[in-house]
C-alpha cells in the first residue's frame, strides 16, 4: 500500500502532486437511469430516508423523460426514466439495466472545466451550455468516463431555484424519515481487465487527480478471487474515486461478475457517509434494505487487537455492531465503521456502503477479506462464483 502523502481531512490542503485547474467543489448530484422512476424514488424514500426535493416530467413540460430528485443532507440522486420508445434513456437500460449514468461536479465555471478536460483529451459529452428559468442560470458541460458513465460539470452560482431550470420543487404528502445519511465519501468505479492504470492516467491527465493509495491482488484476495484498486483523489480530496480491475482468482473475481451484468464499466458502489452509523444501520435494516452477511465470530473477536495496534478505543459497543454487521478496521490516524449492501437492482451491480470515519482516511482494506468472503457468498448463490 502506498503511502498516504500530507492528506488532510479537513479538505484544505491540497493532496502533494494533484494539479487543481479545474477546481472542483464537491459531488452536485449522481443521476441514475432506471426503469421506473416513480417506483425507485418510492424505494430510496421509504427505504433510504431519501427527501422529495424535484421533479420534471410531463406535469412540467418535459415530453422525454421524468425525473425525480431526491436529498439527504448534502447528498442528491436523480432518478430518470424515458416517457418513449425512442428515448436513448432506452438503450441505457437495456444494455445496464438501472445504473449511475451521471456523476454530477459542482464547479465554479463549467465553460473552463469543459475547455480544461476536453483539450486534455476527455471526449466530450455536452458541451458548455446555458439553461435558464425565472431563478437565473445554470452553465453544464460533460465528459465522457469509463464505460458510457459521464461527468457533468455544474456552475450554479448564479441560481436560485430549486435544483436546475426546467425542474419544479416537488412537495410529497409521503415523507419518510431521514436515516442519517450525510454526504457521498467516495464513488468506486469498476473498469476492464488490465484497464485500471489507463483509467488511473485519465484522471490524473485530465481532471488533475492524484493517485492517494493502491491496493494490489495480493492484499486484495480470498481463497477463491482477486481484483485491484487504485484510489484516485482531486486536490482538496473532497471528491475520491477508487477504480477497481478484476484480477485472475481461482473463481471468478466480483469485478468480472459485475462486467458480465452491466455489460462494460461502470459505478460499483457509492459510499455514503453518516456520523452515526449504528441508528442509521438501524433505522435502514428495518425499513428492509438489505446488506451482505454479518462476519463470522472469529471477526468481531480480532477487532480488539486491531484497535490496540494502532492505540485507538472503540467508542461504540462492540456487541451492537455485530448485532447489526458492521465492520470495524484501523489505521494509524483512527479507526472506521463500515458495512455494505447487497446490490440494490436485480443485475448484480450496483450497492451501497455506509461509512463512519473515526479519524481513519482508508477505504477499510483490513476488512476487504471479510467482505469478499461475504460476497463470494452471494456469488455462489447467484452461480456466478
Ligand atoms: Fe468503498
Known sequence: MSEIKNVDYGLEKIF????????????DYIEFYVGNAKQAAYYYKSAFGFQSYAYKGLETGCRESASY??????????????????????????KHGDGVKVIALWVEDATKSWKETTSRGAKS???????????????????????????IFVERKNYKGVFLPGFEKWDSDFNPEPTGLKFIDHMVGNVGWNEMNMWVKFYEDVMG????????????????????????????????????EPAEGKKKSQIEEYLDFYEGPGAQHIAVATDDIITTVAKLRERGVEFLSIPPEEY?????????EHNHELKEDIETLKGLGILIDADEEGYLLQIFTKPVEDRPTLFFEIIQRMGARGFGAGNFKALFESIEREQAKRGTL
Open 16 to 27: 502533494e502532486g494533484a494539479k487543481d485547474f479545474l477546481p472542483l467543489l464537491g459531488t
Open 69 to 94: 430528485v431526491l436529498k439527504q443532507d448534502k447528498i442528491r440522486i436523480v432518478l430518470t426514466t424515458p416517457l418513449n420508445s425512442k428515448s436513448s434513456i432506452n438503450d441505457h437500460i437495456v
Open 125 to 151: 459529452y455536452m458541451k458548455p451550455t446555458i439553461e435558464k428559468d425565472q431563478y437565473g442560470e445554470v452553465v453544464r458541460s460533460g465528459i465522457y468516463t469509463y464505460g458510457e458513465t459521464v461527468h
Open 209 to 244: 487527480f492524484v493517485n492517494f493509495l493502491s491496493f494490489d491482488d495480493k492484499q486484495i484476495t480470498t481463497e477463491y478471487s482477486a481484483l485491484m484498486s487504485k484510489v484516485m483523489s482531486n486536490g482538496n480530496g473532497r471528491i475520491k474515486f477508487p477504480i477497481n
Open 300 to 308: 468481531y473477536e480480532a477487532v480488539p487487537l486491531r484497535l490496540e
